[in-house]
């Protein structure tokens, strides 16, 4: 079935430096891609929507220039947090659809920001 | 705009009792779909089913199932016989009527199932 590889699951950072995740459809072509932030015993909420070759959607409240994403080809989208402060710490998940099936999400990449 | 809710926060269960994990959604979409999701302590999001809103048939996989009522606004989850590894954050989740649309998440059911 349709897999989605997020990369890395972990990462710790130092406060000030920038991290970039990773989000590969392998199997299949994604146009779009969804990141997602979760923070401990919450939900998942929608970060922005990355579109292959335009300019990403962000949420309302979601900095645009603190989460660059970039979503140079079919099966890639990067979020790079820059700047990353502890409260940046949280778990970032994508998600893409194929041309059927459901979303399928990435594992995950838990963030911690000392 | 879209909106689901998951009254229950947490749940415990002993081990093959059934439990029932309530979602109730709000949309004025006339197609959308409906998700449940099993989160486990590793983090992943494990995919359970998707539904789309003119299929109101109630599903059953193995021990879960699903009842669909358009009527009420429902999508609850049911567990049968449960077990020790049922134990996650369950999540239920909407989209709207196109493809490549976001999933808006209820805040989860956390269900421990205990020995």
């Known amino acids: 079935g349709a897999v989605v590889s997020q990369h890395p699951s972990w990462v710790i950072c130092k406060s000030g430096t920038s991290v970039k995740i990773e989000c590969r459809s392998l199997?299949?072509?994604?146009?779009?891609m969804f990141w997602y932030r979760q923070f401990p015993k919450q939900s998942l909420m929608l970060m922005a929507t990355?579109?292959?070759?335009?300019?990403?959607?962000?949420e309302q409240g979601v900095e645009k220039d603190k989460f660059l994403i970039n979503h140079a080809s079919l099966t890639l989208s990067t979020l790079t947090v820059t700047s990353a402060h502890p409260e940046d710490s949280s778990f970032y998940i994508c998600?893409?659809?194929?041309?059927?099936?459901?979303?399928?999400f990435g594992n995950g990449t838990r963030l911690t920001v000392t | 705009a879209q909106k689901v809710t998951q009254a229950q926060t947490e749940i415990s269960v002993v081990e093959k009792e059934d439990v029932t994990l309530d979602c109730v959604y709000e949309?004025?979409?006339?197609?959308?779909?409906l998700f449940w999701y099993k989160q486990p302590p590793s983090g992943e999001l494990v995919f359970l089913i998707r539904?789309?809103?003119?299929?109101?048939q109630n599903e059953i996989s193995g021990r879960y199932s699903w009842n669909f009522q358009k009527s009420t606004s429902s999508f609850n989850f049911t567990i049968t016989a449960s077990q020790v590894v049922d134990s996650a954050v369950y999540f239920c989740?909407?989209?709207?009527?196109?493809?490549?649309?976001?999933?808006?998440f209820g805040k989860g059911t956390r269900l421990s199932v205990i020995a």
């Open positions: 990355s579109n292959e070759g335009s300019k990403a959607t962000y």
């Open positions: 989740a909407l989209s709207g009527n196109s493809g490549n649309t976001p999933l808006v």
């Open positions: 199997d299949f072509q994604a146009t779009t």
């Open positions: 949309t004025r979409d006339t197609t959308y779909y």
């Open positions: 539904r789309n809103s003119f299929d109101e």
């Open positions: 998600s893409a659809e194929g041309n059927r099936g459901p979303l399928h």
